[in-house]
């Protein structure tokens, strides 16, 4: 299957901060790439579609502001989120679209803000 | 209403046993429906997918199906320890909604 790879796997920041998480597609092109966003023992909640070369479409209630997406080739997409707090604490999960449905997800990023 | 529900959990079952994970779901026109794995701080593979009523086979797993009843169903044969990991049901509307999940646990 396609592979989709994320870094950094961890990273740990001081409250206030701001943190950038990429997501590279390496053996195809992804024209689309969705964040999620994963609190312990609960499930996947999608933040936004990144689309190639135009403005990501942001879930209600998650905060364009706070939560930047660029996708500015093919293979990357980068979230970052910016002026951290400990409750951004999260598990962090980057996937592309392969048949319709099917996600190849990224290794995931765990951020710990302190 | 939450679109996706799953039995919470966690399932414990012995090596050797079948597990059996339910899931329901709430939009009656969803299409198209996934069980992925996840194993403690990791990313969710996928391990199925099914788009018909009935049930579909690979290898020890089987998902069923019924849109009528909105449900849909994994079933792990011969359980092993190595599937002890947390299992999604994921429903594709125009983008995939994911269960909660059931933690499954296989005793050796």
């Known amino acids: 299957g396609a592979v989709v790879s994320q870094h950094p796997s961890w990273v740990i920041c001081k409250s206030g901060t701001s943190v950038k998480i990429e997501c590279r597609s390496l053996?195809?092109?992804?024209?689309?790439m969705f964040w999620y966003r994963q609190f312990p023992k609960q499930s996947l909640m999608l933040m936004a579609t990144?689309?190639?070369?135009?403005?990501?479409?942001?879930e209600q209630g998650v905060e364009k502001d706070k939560f930047l997406i660029n996708h500015a080739s093919l293979t990357l997409s980068t979230l970052t989120v910016t002026s951290a707090h400990p409750e951004d604490s999260s598990f962090y999960i980057c996937?592309?679209?392969?048949?319709?449905?099917?996600?190849?997800f990224g290794e995931g990023s765990r951020l710990t803000v302190l | 209403q939450k679109e996706v529900e799953q039995n919470s959990g966690p399932l414990s079952v012995p090596e050797g046993a079948i597990a059996s994970l339910n899931c329901t779901y709430s939009?009656?026109?969803?299409?198209?429906f996934f069980w992925y794995r996840q194993y403690s701080g990791k990313s969710p593979e996928l391990i199925m997918s099914?788009?018909?009523?009935g049930d579909k086979e690979d290898g020890r797993f089987t998902a069923q199906l019924n849109k009528a009843s909105q449900y849909v169903s994994l079933l792990i044969r011969d359980s092993q320890p190595s599937d002890s990991a947390t299992y999604l049901c994921?429903?594709?509307?125009?983008?995939?909604?994911f269960g909660a999940g059931t933690t499954v646990t296989v005793r050796a």
């Open positions: 996937s592309a679209p392969g048949q319709p449905g099917e996600l190849f």
């Open positions: 053996d195809f092109q992804a024209t689309t």
């Open positions: 990144s689309n190639e070369g135009s403005k990501a479409t942001y």
């Open positions: 939009d009656r026109g969803s299409q198209s």
């Open positions: 099914i788009y018909s009523n």
């Open positions: 994921a429903v594709n509307d125009y983008k995939l909604s």
